[in-house]
């Protein structure tokens, strides 16, 4: 068995970076499958403009681009909020081996609730999924952010 070192602790530090820049604290780290991180990245739809600029699209465009392919196949991504409807897609469109996220988010997530992206009939990649690492972090990073702007 593989030793299992997780990344949260990097995913949750982009989240705090993203706060710090005012965009929505949401962290993800992508790793290779030889365990290096290849990209690592926070939201920064305000900065450029896109609202597709969440942190795990960043994360894929940049692995896919060092890769060289459309595909990631034994990837992991680490990212601090449940993904969203569009994020989801992405992770199974890269085949990404595996998707560790923090915390859940009632209001805009698309893996365990919502449109739950990777248990519908379409989705043709279905990625392993473990919830809830680091989610006491990500969950006090997000309510900072969301007080402080109130
Ligand atoms: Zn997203």
């Given at each position: 068995?593989?030793?299992?070192?997780?990344?949260?602790?990097?995913?949750?530090?982009?989240?705090?970076?993203?706060?710090?820049?005012?965009?929505?604290?949401?962290?993800?780290?992508?790793?290779?499958?030889?365990?290096?991180?290849?990209?690592?990245?926070?939201?920064?739809?305000?900065?450029?403009?896109?609202?597709?600029?969440?942190?795990?699209?960043?994360?894929?465009?940049?692995?896919?681009?060092?890769?060289?392919?459309?595909?990631?196949?034994?990837?992991?991504?680490?990212?601090?909020?449940?993904?969203?409807?569009?994020?989801?897609?992405?992770?199974s469109?890269?085949r990404?081996?595996?998707?560790?996220?923090?915390?859940?988010?009632?209001?805009?997530?698309?893996?365990?609730?919502?449109?739950?992206?990777?248990?519908?009939?379409?989705?043709h990649h279905v990625?392993?999924?473990?919830?809830?690492?680091?989610?006491?972090?990500?969950?006090?990073?997000?309510?900072?952010?969301?007080?402080?702007?109130?």
């Amino acid at each position: 068995m593989t030793r299992f070192k997780s990344h949260m602790d990097t995913a949750l530090a982009e989240a705090s970076a993203a706060a710090t820049r005012g965009e929505v604290p949401v962290g993800a780290v992508l790793v290779a499958p030889d365990g290096h991180v290849v990209a690592q990245a926070g939201n920064r739809t305000r900065e450029l403009n896109d609202p597709t600029a969440h942190a795990e699209i960043l994360v894929i465009r940049e692995g896919c681009t060092r890769a060289g392919s459309e595909r990631l196949p034994g990837y992991d991504l680490y990212v601090t909020l449940e993904p969203c409807p569009m994020c989801a897609t992405a992770i199974s469109a890269a085949r990404i081996r595996r998707v560790y996220y923090a915390a859940a988010d009632p209001k805009s997530g698309g893996v365990a609730q919502g449109p739950r992206i990777f248990s519908h009939p379409q989705c043709h990649h279905v990625p392993e999924v473990y919830d809830g690492i680091g989610a006491g972090e990500a969950e006090q990073i997000l309510r900072d952010f969301f007080a402080a702007r109130r």
